[in-house]
């Protein structure tokens, strides 16, 4: 058989030992309060991004087939987030409401976070900060630059406008150019003429068939007198 295990002897140490043991508890609480006092609290902002598929596809051939394959660009939009060029655009359009010590490249990269929502088409961004209102404004630029910095490098919304904005104005020259034809088709088309020559060809043909009626009656009459 096992030793039984006395428990009471150690119960006898705590209680001759009780004042060590809440000294130590009340020394130990005093220096985390102290180390939590001198450290600043630290705030964190998320924004979320949703990526949706392109409204828009260019066909410049029957024969050329683009394959769309959305996953793949999905798992690189948080990494696209933290790119070098996008991480610079946030940093010069926050500019000097940025810490001294967090203006370099790589202690600001720090701050940020992005990953991949439960859905493939949501990333979160998340940026940190000592200050609350300074994490907002990071998190808040840096989504509205990545939504334009992900259009330009994915979706070539520049040029879709651009496309569109030339076909309104072909559209607008091939309007312009059909009513002039028109017109001049109007000026000289003679369906006016005819359809009045036709309306008074129509009208004696009517008054002619009246008076042949009129004709035919008087002569029954005549004939019935006679």
């Not at 039984?4 to 009780?18: C, G, M, T, V």
Request: aromatic share 8%.
């Amino acid at each position: 058989m096992e030793d039984e295990i006395d428990l009471r002897k150690y119960a006898d140490i705590l209680i001759r030992q009780w004042k060590w043991v809440i000294g130590l508890a009340v020394v130990s609480g005093l220096v985390a309060f102290i180390v939590s006092s001198l450290i600043a609290p630290t705030y964190e902002a998320t924004a979320l991004v949703v990526v949706t598929q392109p409204r828009y596809q260019l066909q410049f051939d029957p024969r050329i087939e683009t394959v769309a394959q959305p996953q793949q660009a999905y798992r690189a939009y948080p990494e696209l987030a933290l790119s070098d060029d996008l991480v610079l655009q946030v940093m010069g359009t926050l500019g000097g409401t940025l810490d001294a010590d967090k203006r370099d490249l790589a202690s600001f990269r720090e701050r940020l976070s992005a990953e991949a929502g439960s859905d493939p088409t949501l990333v979160r961004l998340a940026a940190t900060g000592t200050d609350p209102n300074q994490a907002q404004a990071i998190v808040n630029a840096w989504a509205a630059l990545y939504v334009t910095y992900a259009n330009e490098l994915y979706q070539q919304q520049s040029n879709i406008v651009t496309f569109f904005e030339a076909q309104v104005a072909e559209a607008s020259q091939e309007l312009e150019k059909a009513e002039q034809a028109l017109i001049d088709f109007q000026a000289r088309n003679p369906i006016n003429v005819v359809n009045a020559q036709l309306s008074s060809k129509l009208t004696a043909l009517t008054n002619y068939l009246a008076a042949d009626r009129t004709m035919s009656l008087i002569t029954q009459d005549a004939r019935s007198l006679q």
